[in-house]
């Protein structure tokens, strides 16, 4: 086994936490290593400049439905039904060792995480949230908006939006109801400037297949920029299977290929998603076997029709991530909160596989009603979650198993909301379509959240600054540190709290004489 030493911190991932974390560190002249498993590269994005020009390329279908026609699954959301997500999410079951029942487990090897395949919706949490949170984050917000561009704001515009949206839009600014809120979604998406690397948003609407300009913000496309700086190092092709100590050092032990290598520093800052994170700390701290809480976000959706659109031509140009983000104070007093889409850019055998005709009939219908429909997810706090993983010792990489369920409870608030959701809606000229409502499993929600929540109790539970429990030197700066799930999508949270949790570690550092010589 191969030994290198030459980091002042070892960074596990390059998802959002990842480099949220490096930045703050590598700008205080830490030498920072960050160890990613991603080891291949992903499909090119397509290149069309519109939907139309898409719409008529013969060679569409592969995109679509695959060469195999593996992608033709009805029952899979449009989002992972690309080639782009299936090679993200390739190889992740496996190499976690992964077991489960009842629940939708999803992660990435890839370089970026599943910011690759995300919705880029940059929400922060509600003022009730933060206030039970155990730290500050409004300046780290204000940060990692400014690196990554945030578009948005609190009043949604009708003239950037599509036609069913920007409709509901307009209604909405008219009508003011108490209890629903609604604004233009703050995306991660390059609107009316360009930055190094990424170019500003064309509408071209082909968003789920990626973004060949780089408008949609995904965490690799600051590698380049991190990658600049002499004391950053970025190793690629590593497995990290396991944590340890070494003569007062912590240890990552790695594999790459059939060579096996150890990695050691002062501090690991583990960012590796929530579900491998918290193998590998689970594991360091010697509670393997021990069930954990693991939080996600209840979550459905539901389809609304504008009839004034029915049978629109499709746009030439649209944009397929969510246009309009919603917060809604439910009956029970409880928040909940989501976002509306088009779904002109959707595959047409997306929607006609939820239409209740034959094949050509429904194809007919999904033409026709593409332009008129608004898609709208909605999601409830964590805390109505109810989903117990376990990590088991197993070789050397470990093995989790995650059993999920839906509460009866959970169940009937997402009823609830969507039934409030949809008055509102229909106030604002869009009407529920019959039986569109679909309520997901456990996990859909690609949230996992909150297995070693700051300030929380127990064993496994970190303190403020993300810090394993009599394991000096090692934080968690993802998804598992938060101390809860707000209905409100996290990854926002997530980069700024590790920004937060690095910016104290690198002042802590740079306070060390020998480790501010070295950088």
């Excluded at 561009?149 to 209604?171: E, I, K, Y």
């Excluded at 998406?189 to 949609?216: D, F």
């Excluded at 996600?296 to 504008?306: D, E, R, T």
């Amino acid at each position: 086994m191969t030994s290198v030493s030459d980091a002042d911190v070892i960074i596990v991932g390059s998802g959002p936490a990842g480099v949220s974390a490096a930045w703050p560190l590598v700008e205080a002249g830490v030498r920072v290593l960050m160890l990613d498993a991603a080891d291949t590269e992903l499909p090119a994005s397509p290149t069309h400049a519109t939907l139309a020009q898409w719409r008529a390329d013969p060679h569409r279908w592969q995109a679509e439905i695959g060469r195999d026609g593996a992608l033709a699954d009805s029952a899979m959301s449009p989002k992972f039904a690309t080639p782009l997500a299936r090679a993200t999410l390739a190889g992740f079951d496996t190499a976690a060792g992964l077991s489960t029942r009842d629940y939708v487990a999803i992660g990435a090897l890839a370089a970026g995480g599943l910011s690759r395949i995300w919705g880029a919706l940059a929400a922060r949490y509600g003022a009730e949230d933060l206030a039970a949170f155990p730290a500050d984050l409004g300046p780290h917000y204000d940060r990692v908006a400014r690196r990554i561009g945030v578009s948005g704001g609190d009043r949604p515009d009708p003239a950037a939006l599509t036609p069913p949206a920007a409709r509901f839009a307009a209604r909405h600014m008219a009508r003011r109801d108490g209890g629903f809120d609604l604004r233009a979604a703050p995306n991660a998406v390059l609107v009316g400037e360009e930055r190094e690397g990424r170019g500003a948003c064309t509408a071209c609407g082909l968003c789920l297949h990626g973004c060949a300009r780089g408008s949609i913000y995904h965490a690799a496309t600051e590698l380049p920029a991190l990658r600049r700086f002499r004391h950053f190092t970025y190793r690629s092709g590593m497995r990290v299977e396991r944590l340890a100590s070494d003569a007062g050092m912590n240890v990552v032990e790695a594999r790459a290929g059939a060579q096996s290598l150890r990695f050691a520093a002062p501090i690991v800052v583990l960012a590796a998603g929530t579900l491998m994170t918290t193998s590998l700390a689970v594991r360091r701290m010697g509670l393997a076997g021990r069930p954990l809480r693991l939080e996600s976000n209840p979550v459905g959706g539901i389809a609304f029709l504008m009839p004034h659109l029915i049978g629109r031509a499709l746009p030439d140009r649209s944009f397929g991530l969510g246009q309009l983000f919603y917060t809604l104070a439910t009956d029970a007093g409880v928040e909940a909160a989501g976002v509306f889409y088009g779904a002109d850019t959707l595959p047409l055998a997306a929607i006609a596989d939820r239409l209740p005709f034959t094949r050509a009939t429904a194809l007919r219908a999904a033409r026709a009603l593409a332009p008129a429909l608004l898609l709208a997810t909605g999601y409830l706090p964590g805390r109505f979650s109810d989903n117990v993983l376990t990590i088991e010792e197993d070789g050397a990489a470990g093995r989790m198993t995650i059993r999920g369920h839906q509460t009866d409870t959970a169940t009937g608030l997402l009823r609830a909301s969507f039934a409030q959701l949809t008055r509102h809606a229909r106030r604002r000229g869009a009407f529920g379509v019959p039986g569109s409502l679909q309520l997901l499993p456990p996990g859909a929600d690609a949230h996992p959240a909150a297995t070693l929540p700051m300030g929380g109790i127990g064993p496994a539970a970190t303190d403020n600054m993300g810090a394993l429990t009599n394991v000096p030197g090692v934080f968690v700066a993802d998804g598992a540190a938060l101390p809860f799930l707000s209905a409100r999508h996290p990854t926002l949270t997530i980069m700024a709290n590790a920004d937060r949790i690095a910016g104290a570690l690198a002042r802590r550092l740079c306070s060390t004489p020998e480790l501010r010589r070295a950088g």
